[in-house]
């Protein structure tokens, strides 16, 4: 029997001001092809490598405090993810399917010098962070979710659970030609709390692509009213929902901000039947979707412990 350790955290760690690290990192570029993608980075170079991959709506800055409390011990790289920030914004949906998402990730393990990672993915960054473990196994070293459920478990809560596509209809709305023009840098920035991270989040959006964003939402999310019958053909890593995914191999650490009102629990239901490795599931009442954020310490501190105790 596969372990699973599940921990429920009915407080939220007490605010700590975090580290600030933005001085300490350098900003480098690996290339995909014609693609370049700018990465932060910190930390030892001979120590194991961390790979962040961020979300909707956001940017590399999204893991400073994540990045703050590993970096005496690894090496951490966050994204820009492609459309965002100060990476490259190819036109045109086909270029944000999976399989270049995932490409995009292995181009950064590949310009730090390394033959693996931890990869650690929240919201897209975490469907991504997913499939670079299902269909580049070498590549991932340990998993780290937050707050996306497996995409097996999504695609089955939007196939039969009326609350879970109920809420998805942002991510329906998103599919639609148009979406991309009802967005705001302004506007995409009101999850963030701290006002001098506002800042830096405006322009970070002023400099992205809004068409580009909703293209993760074309190219890969499942399409309304539900996903592919199971006996469709095997299309992975092209879509999040494909049927006849691999199963993942590695460890695997998940949080889950039980305040998501994007992507309800009841999908993380079935996960160990998905990870052929020991799966650790954290729950967080009080934290909505961007639980990194909402519950910095906690995410932070036990990231950092599952972590030392896997890689010493």
């Not at 999204?62 to 005496?72: E, F, H, K, P």
């Not at 991510?171 to 639609?176: G, K, P, T, Y």
Request: proline share 8%; charged share 20%; net charge negative.
């Amino acid at each position: 029997m596969k372990p699973l350790v599940v921990f429920a955290c009915c407080l939220l760690a007490a605010a700590v001001p975090a580290k600030e690290t933005l001085d300490e990192m350098e900003h480098r570029y690996a290339q995909n092809e014609d693609v370049r993608i700018h990465y932060a980075v910190a930390g030892p170079e001979d120590a194991p490598l961390v790979v962040f991959l961020h979300g909707f709506p956001d940017f590399w800055y999204s893991w400073r405090d994540q990045m703050a409390a590993l970096q005496d011990r690894f090496r951490v790289a966050a994204l820009d993810m492609r459309g965002y920030n100060l990476s490259d914004k190819p036109a045109g949906v086909p270029n944000y399917a999976m399989a270049h998402l995932v490409a995009d990730a292995a181009a950064v393990i590949a310009a730090e010098k390394r033959e693996n990672a931890v990869v650690v993915g929240h919201d897209w960054g975490g469907a991504v962070a997913w499939n670079v473990a299902m269909t580049r196994p070498e590549l991932v070293r340990l998993l780290v979710i937050l707050n996306l459920p497996h995409p097996r478990g999504l695609a089955r809560e939007l196939a039969t659970n009326p609350a879970q596509r109920r809420n998805s209809q942002y991510a329906f709305d998103f599919q639609q030609p148009e979406a991309h023009k009802t967005l705001t840098a302004q506007g995409l920035a009101f999850w963030v709390r701290d006002p001098e991270a506002k800042k830096r989040y405006v322009a970070a959006f002023e400099k992205s692509n809004f068409e580009a964003m909703l293209n993760y939402y074309k190219a890969n999310y499942p399409k309304p009213p539900a996903p592919p019958a199971e006996d469709a053909p095997a299309t992975a890593p092209s879509r999040m929902d494909a049927p006849n995914m691999p199963n993942v191999r590695c460890p695997v650490l998940m949080f889950h901000g039980l305040e998501d009102t994007a992507l309800l629990p009841g999908a993380l239901a079935g996960t160990w039947n998905w990870v052929d490795a020991d799966l650790t599931l954290v729950t967080i009442p009080g934290a909505s979707h961007f639980v990194q954020q909402d519950a910095s310490d906690l995410v932070s501190s036990t990231m950092r412990d599952w972590l030392l105790r896997r890689t010493d």
